[in-house]
Every structure is written in structure tokens, then in C-alpha cells.
């Protein structure tokens, strides 16, 4: 099922400079994937930048748990709050 956001976003294509800028410093280098959270806050993209920052954050200095145990923790929590997905 394709992802389709119910907001307004910013198109990979927009001549806006600051979303470039935000698109390229996010986009996962191999995949050429923009995540999710980024693409939804995109119409804000100096605060988009931020809010990347800080997940990055957030996820690089847990320890104890492999990429793969947090996204699976992820989607349990999702479930459990009612996340359609």
C-alpha cells in the first residue's frame, strides 16, 4: 500500500532551497528514502531539520537495543496506541 499523507507536504521537487537542503541531509544515501517524519513536517523545513536531529539523537545514544529490537518496539507501541499502518 503506498504512503499517502493527509497533509500538506512539500514535493521532492520543490524549488523551495530550504527543503532541498533538509531532503538532502536526510535522505538515507543508499535507498534514496526520505523518512516519513521528515516529509510530514516539510512545510517547516529549518524545524524539520530539528526535530531529525533530535530523533537521531535520541535513537544513536539508547543502548542496549539493535536497530531492529527498536522497530520492533516501535510498531508495538503502535499498535497499542491505535496507529493505523
Known amino acids: 500500500m503506498p504512503w499517502k499523507p493527509w497533509v500538506e507536504i512539500e514535493k521532492r ?3 523551495n532551497e530550504d527543503v532541498q537542503k533538509l531532503f538532502d541531509e536526510v535522505m538515507d544515501p543508499e535507498t534514496k528514502v526520505i523518512p516519513d517524519l521528515c516529509k ?23 543502548s542496549g537495543l539493535s536497530f531492529k ?15 493505523v499502518h
Open 40 to 62: 510530514l513536517t516539510s512545510t517547516t523545513p529549518i524545524i524539520s531539520a530539528h526535530i531529525n536531529r533530535l530523533r537521531d539523537s535520541i535513537a544513536e545514544n539508547k
Open 69 to 83: 529490537e527498536k522497530e520492533i518496539a516501535a510498531t508495538i507501541v503502535a499498535v497499542l496506541n491505535g496507529c
Open 13 to 15: 521537487s520543490s524549488k
